[in-house]
């Protein structure tokens, strides 16, 4: 029964030790990748807009009145 328990304690030690490595990896690579540089993903299915058509709508519409 003893021998038992102790590996159950190791088993938990070694878990514990690969999770803590892998929650390590994972804030190194998201900290090191700048994702939000690459701006390939669309907003609802639509293309991102460009700097200056934001106002498209407003301006026509203020020539209308």
């Known amino acids: ?6 590996l159950f304690v190791i088993g938990i030690l070694v878990g ?3 999770a803590t490595g892998a929650f390590y ?3 190194t690579t ?3 990748c ?3 540089s690459n701006n390939t993903q669309m907003n609802g299915g ?3 807009e460009k700097p ?3 106002n498209t709508q407003s301006s026509s519409q203020n ?3």
Do not use: F, H, L, R
């Open 30 to 32: 998201t900290k090191s």
């Open 52 to 54: 200056g058509e934001s």
């Open 16 to 18: 514990a030790v690969i």
């Open 63 to 65: 020539s209308n009145n």
């Open 34 to 36: 700048d994702c939000s």
């Open 1 to 6: 029964m003893k021998d038992k328990i102790i």
């Open 46 to 48: 639509q293309p991102p």
């Open 25 to 27: 990896i994972y804030t």
